[in-house]
C-alpha cells in the first residue's frame, strides 16, 4: 500500500461546500464529493484519507457520519480498508476517471480536444522517407532534432516573432514542456502567479516542483461572473502580484484562456512583461491554443513579440501539436533565450532522454505548411462552436454561456454551486465531464463547467442532451444512491 495521506486541512479545502444544495442525508453528500475527487483526480489513487474521528471533528459533523461515508466509498469500491491503515483510495473496475480513454459507452467532455487532422497520416508516411537517414544515430538529443527547431523557429518567425533554432527545444508535448521548466528554474518554496481558474495540471507540475502559487483572477465575458467591462484579467491585481511577490515564474494563457477561452489585450501584454522584467521574474506563456481562432485571425502575435529589448527576455513561450493536429502526437517545444535553452538540455537527461525522432520528423512535415491545418481548425471549432451555442439555448437556457472567438470551450456559469453534484449526476446518464472546481484551488468554481466546443454532431447533442438530463436531476432532488453507483456496473 503506498504511504501517500492527504491531511485533514488539504481534503477540507477540496471539498469546499459539499453540503451546498443536498437535500439528502450528509453522509451522502459526503460520499459524492469525496467520489468525485477520486475521480477527478485530485486525490490520487493509493492515498489514506483522514482518520474518521479527527475528520469529524475538523468538520463539526459526528463520527457516526463521517463513518456512514466512508463506509459508502468503501461498498461503491472507491476505498478499501485494512486494520491499522485506515481508507485508502482506489478506482472501481470500470469507472472512467479524468485522463483515462472513456469506455465505448460513455461521451468524453471531460478533454478539451479534436479529432485527428486528416492529413496527419500522410505526414507520416512523408517523414518515413527522412526516418531512415536519421537511423545511423543514437536518437538521443535533449535540444531535439535540428529540422524540427528549424521548423519551429521559421514558424515564429513567419507569425512575427524572428526566432533562431538556438532559442527552440524540443518537448515530449507541452505539459513535458511546463514541467521541465518549473523543476529547473524553480527551486522549493519559490512563488508562482498563476491565473484563477486555469489549467489544472500546471498547477500540479508547479507545486511538484516546490512552488507556492500566488493565484490571479480571469473572468469570463457575458459568464454573469462579474460585469461585462470587467471580463478577463484582473489586470491591477496582476501587476501587484509581481511587485507584493517577486515571483520566480508565472504560468499564463494569454491566448484563448483555459477554461475562459479570454485572451489578454495587447497592452496588457507588454505591462505583464515590464512588471516581470522589474521584479527578475519569467513569464511561462502556454500558447497551445494561440491559433485556434475563430473570429480573430492573426489578430495577436506571440506573447514575447510584446516586450522590447529590456523585457522580452523574460518570456518563455510553451507550444505544442497537441490540440491543432492531434492530442496523441505528444511533441511540443519551448522558445526561450539561447542560455536557459542550454540550461534546460543540462537537466532534462534527469527526466528523460529525448523526444522520439520519428515524431518530430512528422511535426516538421507539417510544419512546412501549417495553414491548412489552421484553417480547418477554425471552421470545425466555429461550427462546433455556433451548435453548441444552439443546443444550450435549447435545453439550458438558463446557463449563462459567454461568446468565445477560439480555442477548444466555454467556461458556463450554471446559476446555482452545483457543479459537482451536476459532474456525477451526468456519468449516470453516459456523459464524463470534469466539475469547475478542477480548474481551480481549494474547491473554488462549483457554479461554472468547462464545455468542450471541439466535438460534431451527434456527440454534441448526445452531449449536451445528457447534461440537460443530469441537470434536471440535480435540480429537482437528490441523487439517488442507484444513480451515484451506476457507472461501476
Known amino acids: 500500500m503506498a504511504d501517500a495521506r492527504i491531511g485533514t486541512r488539504a481534503l477540507m479545502a477540496l471539498l469546499g461546500d459539499w453540503r451546498v444544495s443536498s437535500a439528502g442525508p450528509s453522509y451522502l453528500a459526503l460520499f459524492d464529493r469525496i467520489r468525485l475527487l477520486v475521480l477527478d483526480g485530485r486525490i490520487p489513487t493509493d492515498t489514506r484519507l483522514p482518520a474518521e474521528r479527527d475528520f469529524a471533528q475538523a468538520l463539526g459533523v459526528s463520527r457516526t457520519m463521517v463513518s456512514a461515508a466512508y463506509r459508502e466509498l468503501r461498498d461503491a469500491g472507491y476505498t478499501t480498508s485494512l486494520r491499522g491503515s485506515g481508507s485508502v483510495t482506489r478506482l472501481p473496475g470500470r469507472a472512467p476517471v479524468s485522463g483515462q480513454e472513456a469506455p465505448g459507452d460513455f461521451i468524453d467532455f471531460a478533454k478539451a480536444t479534436s479529432a485527428s487532422y486528416p492529413g496527419l497520416f500522410a505526414a507520416t508516411q ?176 506571440p506573447f514575447a513579440a510584446y516586450g522590447d529589448e529590456s523585457t522580452a527576455d523574460s518570456a518563455i513561450l510553451v507550444g505544442s501539436v497537441g490540440k491543432t493536429v492531434w492530442a496523441g502526437l505528444r511533441v511540443g517545444w519551448i522558445r526561450a533565450t539561447p542560455a536557459i535553452i542550454r540550461k534546460l538540455a543540462a537537466q532534462r537527461f534527469a527526466g528523460d532522454l529525448g523526444t522520439p525522432v520519428l515524431e518530430q520528423l512528422v511535426v516538421a512535415e507539417l510544419l512546412r505548411d501549417f495553414e491548412p491545418v489552421i484553417r480547418l481548425r477554425s471552421e470545425q471549432l466555429r461550427t462546433g462552436r455556433d451548435e453548441l451555442e444552439r443546443l444550450l439555448a435549447l435545453h439550458l437556457p438558463e446557463w449563462k454561456v459567454p461568446r468565445v472567438n477560439g480555442g477548444l470551450a466555454v467556461w458556463a456559469n450554471l446559476g446555482a454551486p452545483l457543479s459537482s453534484q451536476l459532474a456525477l449526476a451526468a456519468r449516470s446518464h453516459g456523459l464524463l465531464i470534469t466539475a469547475g472546481p478542477r480548474f481551480g484551488i481549494d474547491g473554488a468554481f462549483e457554479r461554472f463547467l468547462r464545455i468542450p466546443i471541439g466535438y460534431g454532431n451527434p456527440e454534441l447533442v448526445r452531449g449536451v442532451e445528457a447534461l440537460a438530463a443530469a441537470w434536471r436531476t440535480v435540480t429537482t432532488g437528490p441523487v439517488a444512491p442507484s444513480d451515484l453507483i451506476a457507472d461501476v456496473v
Open 126 to 301: 512523408a517523414a518515413m522517407e527522412r526516418y531512415a537517414a536519421e537511423l545511423g544515430g543514437t536518437g538521443i538529443d535533449p535540444f531535439g532534432s535540428m529540422v524540427l527547431r528549424e521548423a519551429v523557429a521559421a514558424r515564429y518567425t513567419a507569425r512575427g516573432l524572428p526566432t533562431s533554432v538556438d532559442q527552440v527545444m524540443i518537448t515530449i508535448g507541452a505539459q513535458h514542456a511546463i514541467f521541465l521548466l518549473a523543476r529547473t528554474l524553480m527551486a522549493r518554496g519559490d512563488r508562482a502567479v498563476v491565473e484563477l481558474p486555469s489549467y489544472p495540471h500546471a498547477y500540479e507540475a508547479l507545486r511538484m516542483a516546490g512552488a507556492r502559487l500566488v493565484p490571479v483572477t480571469v473572468a469570463a465575458a457575458g459568464s454573469g461572473q462579474e460585469p461585462d467591462e470587467l471580463h478577463g484579467w484582473d489586470a491591477a491585481g496582476l501587476s501587484q502580484a509581481f511587485a507584493r511577490t517577486s515571483p520566480a515564474l508565472a504560468y499564463l494563457m494569454p491566448d484563448f484562456h483555459n477554461p475562459t477561452g479570454e485572451s489578454m489585450p495587447a497592452e496588457l501584454r507588454a505591462r505583464v512583461l515590464h512588471d516581470a522584467a522589474r521584479q527578475g521574474s519569467l513569464v511561462i506563456a502556454d500558447e497551445t491554443t494561440a491559433e485556434m481562432d475563430i473570429d480573430r485571425p492573426g489578430e495577436y502575435l
